[in-house]
């Protein structure tokens, strides 16, 4: 089995674990995530580069650690969530159950898979969930079909939801902010008389809704929820696991009232102040329970920011264009943003506060994924992980009490909506020409524009996916001397770019990229993800 409790942990656990005067106990765990918040966004990660107050967050960074080179393994919401959840590559997962659109999809993955919750719950924490969900439900309907806006019964509970997956408690949106169904769902019950249609200006799109529902309140009844659940527990023998999934700051813009016009950039800035709020309330309700001392707080994003945010209230391509004019840059020093496989879209802020574990105002440049928090997680909980659970999560726990400890990994795997990426130490691999995105909200170059320009260089039409593996169609970036990804040296290192193409391949085939026996992925897997079909018969 994989057992990442250290000897050191079994002799003196007392001391790795918990202030003194807590010596005994293992800590409670908060996660807060949040929605398309960008590196750039936070003002202990983007430095002069940000032009937004992050007060909650940067103090994480002060009190605890800041991590600069953690990534998420997807440049979008659900595959990203689907890693988090799991500890295993979203890509490895076979096709989700049907559902409607919107709020409404089906499970991303079946509800008898290994979960972060379910190891928790195994381990003996309460478990509770709030926020965003967006892994998919299973819907009463009135007709007993795939659920969709039309035939779903709100005045019946869940049939499958985050109970299913491990969390005592929950209290949910289906899906992102811009996503009906309007209304949130506590223990698999709707709260309230969902009976309206209503849509916000993001994308207006309108569809089923709670008859209170505003958008404009939801990151404060988020806050509350969390806050509640802190004090219910305060006092519990058994320590807590919270996940705090907020909806922000990804569209639609919108700040409560008391962060309008608060930012020195407008909207998007307001939203992300209104975010940080959050943060800091859920640390607040740490403090008030006198719980503090023993848990450990962790905030991250779930991938960078959508390049439509900013100022107008519309989703509007490259809006983030004009902020970036004046001063603030979401997505950090990175090239790129949602969606693409550039590190605008895949590296995101995290912080950690741990008092007594972690030191003070430390700095972690080793690499790690969001989808280690499930293998960091059961390290601290003392609970071994089998050889078939979370196959692709790697503990930081010794990077958490030493920030410049042995590098818990050397590569990671990332992917944008129309390509991969695979990291291995400061040398970074794009398995894709141009941004790995593509459509209106695509980072440049868009994938198709790229494709079509790397088969004209090519010169002719590829006979099989092994003739991908030439430089036209790759990218290899030094992100130690080029962290903005300018120059590619694909042809200039074909011996390494062969070396990293080998590497990657035993991960996609061996089902893992953990130590351990082979493991069967869910579905047939490709270096290459979402080649365009023209490749095969159009230059």
């Not at 595959?79 to 989700?96: E, K, L, N």
């Not at 928790?120 to 709030?130: I, N």
């Not at 009232?257 to 102040?273: K, Q």
Request: glycine content about 10%.
């Amino acid at each position: 089995m994989r057992i990442f409790v250290l000897t050191a942990l079994v002799v003196a656990a007392g001391l790795l674990f918990a202030p003194a005067t807590m010596a005994a106990e293992r800590p409670n765990v908060v996660f807060i995530l949040a929605d398309d918040l960008g590196y750039g966004d936070i003002e202990a990660f983007g430095g002069d580069l940000c032009n937004v107050d992050t007060p909650h967050f940067d103090a994480l960074c002060h009190s605890g650690m800041k991590f600069t080179d953690a990534y998420v393994t997807d440049s979008h919401c659900i595959p990203s969530r689907t890693s988090i959840m799991t500890g295993r590559y979203a890509f490895r997962f076979g096709a989700p159950e049907p559902g409607g659109p919107w709020g409404f999809v089906g499970l991303r993955f079946p509800p008898d898979r290994f979960t972060l919750g379910t190891m928790l719950k195994r381990a003996g924490y309460t478990t509770g969930y709030v926020g965003k969900w967006h892994l998919g439900t299973r819907m009463a309907t009135h007709d007993g079909k795939v659920q969709t806006a039309t035939n779903t019964d709100f005045t019946k509970p869940l049939l499958v939801g985050p109970r299913d997956y491990g969390f005592d408690e929950s209290f949910i949106l289906p899906g992102s902010l811009d996503m009906f169904p309007y209304a949130f769902i506590r223990n698999h019950h709707w709260v309230g008389e969902v009976t309206a249609e209503k849509g916000w200006s993001a994308f207006n799109r309108r569809g089923p809704a709670a008859e209170d529902f505003e958008d404009v309140k939801v990151l404060d009844t988020f806050s509350e929820e969390a806050e509640r659940f802190i004090a219910d527990h305060a006092n519990d023998a058994q320590p807590f696991f919270l996940y705090v999934a907020l909806t922000a700051p990804h569209t639609p813009t919108s700040p409560s009232a008391a962060f309008e016009g608060a930012s020195r950039i407008g909207l998007y800035g307001d939203f992300v102040m209104n975010t940080d709020a959050c943060i800091g309330r859920v640390v607040a309700a740490l403090d008030a329970a006198g719980l503090s001392g023993n848990t450990l707080v962790m905030a991250s994003s779930d991938h960078g920011p959508g390049h439509y945010s900013g100022r107008r209230r519309e989703a509007t391509a490259n809006q983030m264009q004009e902020m970036e004019q004046d001063g603030h840059r979401a997505n950090g020093p990175w090239r790129g943003y949602k969606f693409s496989v550039f590190e605008g879209g895949t590296r995101v802020p995290f912080a950690a506060k741990w008092p007594g574990t972690i030191p003070a105002g430390a700095v972690c440049a080793s690499p790690i994924g969001l989808q280690d928090l499930v293998a960091t997680c059961a390290d601290i909980a003392g609970t071994p992980l089998a050889d078939h659970e979370a196959a692709d999560s790697m503990s930081f726990l010794p990077l958490l009490r030493d920030p410049l400890a042995e590098p818990v990994r050397t590569s990671l795997v990332v992917q944008g909506t129309r390509g991969s990426a695979y990291r291995e130490g400061p040398w970074k691999l794009l398995l894709c020409p141009g941004s790995g995105s593509s459509g209106q909200f695509a980072s440049e170059p868009e994938s198709d524009a790229a494709w079509r320009e790397a088969l004209a260089d090519f010169g002719r039409t590829p006979s099989d996916r092994d003739d991908l593996e030439q430089p036209p169609f790759l990218q290899l970036y030094h992100l130690g001397t080029d962290p903005g990804e300018e120059t590619n040296l694909a042809a200039a290192e074909p011996e390494r770019v062969a070396a990293m193409i080998a590497a990657y391949r035993a991960i996609l085939d061996n089902g893992r990229s953990t130590p351990g026996p082979r493991l069967a992925n869910d579905r047939p897997l490709s270096v290459f993800h979402a080649v365009p079909a023209f490749v095969w018969n159009d230059r």
